[in-house]
């Protein structure tokens, strides 16, 4: 089966400490996205790479930073630099960043106190 | 920039109750529209399309109609499930093409 995994579904850190949000796909895409959600106010982009080795900032970089090595990966860091952390962070992916179905992975819910 | 802006929820109502949520957007030149579902505790499916005006996306009982003069997108369904509880969001994709904007989210509740 082709998809998304986001992993953990559930990951809790003291503040403070950086965390790496893992986002895997094996759909062949090349572009993938990494949005934040909070109640009320829908999904905010945060960082999005259109392919291999480049990535962009979205509408709300600071404090988060991203790789992309692989084809099939895009994990996010959390720095302690980022103010409010706790949040629902999702992942996405397409098959190329113009006008193309972008499907979801999960989610990875962060809790940091 | 662009916007979009979705009725507030929640919303509850009865099993085969009609459904309607709002939308609005606002961008330049000619968007695509989309509706987005998540279901408690998943991420979101597309549920439905419109690239151009006029256009009406239709999936699993919804339908929405891509309405380029009083720049809205609003999703209806005739007959609601305990199964269609769900957030909605709505989202547009610019002319630039390159990333979505999403609305709030609308919180639907349906009663048995």
């Known amino acids: 089966d082709g998809g998304i995994t986001q992993s953990p579904k559930y990951l809790f850190r003291k503040e403070g400490q950086n965390v790496t949000l893992s986002c895997e796909q094996n759909?062949?895409?090349?572009?993938m996205y990494w949005y934040r959600q909070d109640p009320g106010q829908g999904l905010r982009l945060i960082y999005y790479?259109?392919?291999?080795?480049?990535?962009q900032k979205g509408d709300i970089a600071e404090g988060y930073s991203v790789s992309r090595e692989k084809k099939e990966s895009f994990p996010l860091t959390v720095t302690s630099a980022q103010k409010n952390p706790t949040a629902f962070y999702l992942c996405?992916?397409?098959?190329?960043?113009?006008?193309?179905?972008?499907?979801f992975g999960p989610g990875t819910r962060l809790t940091v106190t | 920039g662009n916007s979009v802006t979705q009725m507030e929820g929640p919303v509850t109502l009865s099993e085969e109750a009609f459904l309607t949520i709002n939308c609005t957007y606002t961008?330049?030149?000619?968007?695509?529209l989309f509706w987005y579902v998540q279901y408690p505790g998943e991420g979101l499916q597309l549920l439905l399309k419109?690239?151009?005006?006029?256009d009406k996306g239709s999936n699993k009982g919804f339908e929405a109609t891509y309405r380029k003069e009083t720049t809205s997108f609003h999703l209806e369904k005739g007959s609601v499930q305990v199964s269609d509880s769900a957030v909605y969001f709505c989202?547009?994709?610019?002319?630039?093409?390159?990333?979505?904007?999403f609305g709030g989210g609308t919180r639907v509740l349906v009663k048995p």
């Open positions: 996405a992916s397409s098959i190329g960043l113009a006008d193309y179905e972008q499907y």
């Open positions: 989202a547009l994709r610019g002319a630039a093409g390159n990333k979505l904007t």
């Open positions: 790479s259109q392919i291999v080795n480049d990535f």
């Open positions: 961008a330049t030149g000619y968007p695509s």
């Open positions: 759909l062949n895409h090349d572009a």
């Open positions: 419109a690239t151009k005006a006029d």
